[in-house]
């Protein structure tokens, strides 16, 4: 979670260039571990996929880890 976190932070921080013109982005994460939150390497990547999609719905800029709910979830 601390290395999404980072992740999440150096990409805010950086600039991209867009058609000529520096722009500022966020990302959204999702994190599933195997084999906690899936027992196939299918099931663990839904489970990030669906950590991810609360992530956006959460207003984005943020992440969520697979099997926690947003009340206790850390943004980091």
Sequence with gaps: MEYAGRVRTAFRASDF???????????SLGVAVWPDHGSTLDETL???????????????????VAGVSSENSTLL
Excluded: L, P, S, Y
């Design 17 to 27: 260039d867009v058609d000529g013109t520096q722009e500022k982005m966020t990302i």
């Design 46 to 64: 839904q489970a990030a996929c669906d950590a991810e999609h609360a992530a956006k719905n959460a207003g984005g800029d943020t992440v969520r």
